[in-house]
């Protein structure tokens, strides 16, 4: 059974910093690229950040420079660090799995950003 267990999600004043984890079982985890996702009420779903199984990374514009994702197969463990948070950056935040066909999804932690 997959399991994806996100955590570090909270209430956090703009400009602040949050540490998000995902810790997954059940998985390769080292054979699977690795993404974090966002969901703001009313939007679709969007990808913030990406690691692919060489350590290769990818970021939505929007967090350029502000967030950073990494991983430890040691651990089963995808992060998001998020520094310089924005109002904006408020949303409930999905860990997510890829190998080829197969996809699989936490099931989500909040983050709000108070201005």
């Known amino acids: 059974q997959v399991q994806l267990v996100e955590s570090g999600g909270g209430l956090v004043q703009a400009g602040g910093s949050l540490r998000l984890s995902c810790a997954a079982s059940?998985?390769?985890?080292?054979?699977?690229?690795m993404g974090w996702y966002r969901q703001a009420p009313g939007k679709q779903r969007e990808l913030v950040a990406s690691?692919?199984?060489?350590?290769?990374?990818n970021y939505a514009d929007s967090v350029k420079g502000r967030f950073t994702i990494s991983r430890d197969n040691a651990k089963n463990t995808v992060y998001l660090q998020m520094n310089s948070l924005k109002p904006g950056d408020t949303a409930v935040y999905y860990c997510?799995?890829?190998?080829?066909?197969?996809?699989?999804w936490g099931q989500g932690t909040q983050v709000t950003v108070s201005s």
């Open positions: 059940g998985i390769t985890f080292s054979r699977n690229v």
């Open positions: 997510n799995s890829q190998r080829a066909a197969m996809t699989y």
């Open positions: 690691i692919g199984i060489f350590g290769n990374t």
